[in-house]
């Protein structure tokens, strides 16, 4: 809902704005079709409900940027295809996700629609900032290798053990 408000809030400020929600079309699509209606951003948010890996990655590829202003955590895996992709991320201050994107990306309070408005307009307007974004948003996602993920699971087992 912060996200569509976060539209709504730039909308007369980025007049080519434009959001597309992808993912699970569990239980809520309803409610955000109607909130779209409702705000008048009927073109300015498409829902494309679940999206195959190849549009995913052109989505990637094509964004201003991945934002993700997620109410649960502590993890998610769609900052770090975002990044290894060169799509510039904001996520949530919740959990982890800062530490994961760490400065490769921005964070906004999910609570508040203005502060998600806020990011959004930095990374669409500030072309620079959306360059060094890309930039560290490669090298952070060579961190989250498969074998860096296996040595760091590894590590924790074993000193749990220790314990």
């Given at each position: ?139 952070r996602s060579k961190k989250w290798t498969a074998n860096a993920f296996k ?13």
């Amino acid at each position: 809902k912060n996200l569509i408000s976060a539209v709504r809030l730039l909308k007369e400020r980025l007049t080519d704005i434009r959001l597309i929600l992808v993912g699970s079309e569990r239980n809520v699509q309803r409610k955000i079709e109607r909130l779209i209606k409702d705000y008048g951003l009927e073109s300015h948010v498409l829902i494309r409900g679940f999206v195959s890996d190849e549009q995913l990655i052109y989505l990637y590829r094509h964004a201003v940027a991945l934002v993700m202003p997620t109410q649960i955590g502590p993890t998610n895996i769609p900052p770090l295809e975002a990044m290894a992709l060169g799509c510039p991320v904001i996520v949530s201050n919740k959990y982890a996700m800062p530490d994961q994107v760490g400065n490769a990306g921005l964070s906004c309070d999910p609570n508040s629609a203005e502060d998600i408005a806020a990011c959004i307009e930095k990374v669409w307007s500030d072309e620079k900032l959306r360059q060094d974004m890309i930039q560290k948003g490669y090298e952070r996602s060579k961190k989250w290798t498969a074998n860096a993920f296996k040595k760091r699971f590894i590590k924790i087992i074993m000193d749990e053990l220790d314990r």
